[in-house]
């Protein structure tokens, strides 16, 4: 079950990345990656890794992180590109 999850973490991380950016090179004839890949722990501390608070304020569910601008255009973008692939 550990590996198993392993795998499929790996592929979700490698999936979304590919949905959410543009390929970087061309195909070549030893075939190398068209994207170029972060790795899941750079990822995970990009969006996961945040100090924020979740609220309820008038009944719905509010995540209130700090004021990054950087942050917060990096996230926004992610689900920007996120929902135009789905």
Not at 16 to 45: I, N
């Amino acid at each position: 079950m550990f590996t198993l999850a392993g795998m499929l973490v790996h592929n979700l991380g490698r999936e979304l990345q590919m949905a959410t950016r543009s390929p970087e090179r061309s195909t070549l004839p030893k075939r190398p990656s068209r994207w170029k890949f972060s790795d899941l722990g750079t990822l995970r501390q990009r969006y996961l890794h945040r100090a924020g608070t979740l609220s309820q304020p008038q009944g719905e569910l509010t995540l209130t992180m700090s004021a990054n601008p950087t942050v917060r255009s990096e996230l926004f973008g992610f689900l920007d590109q996120l929902q135009k692939a789905a």
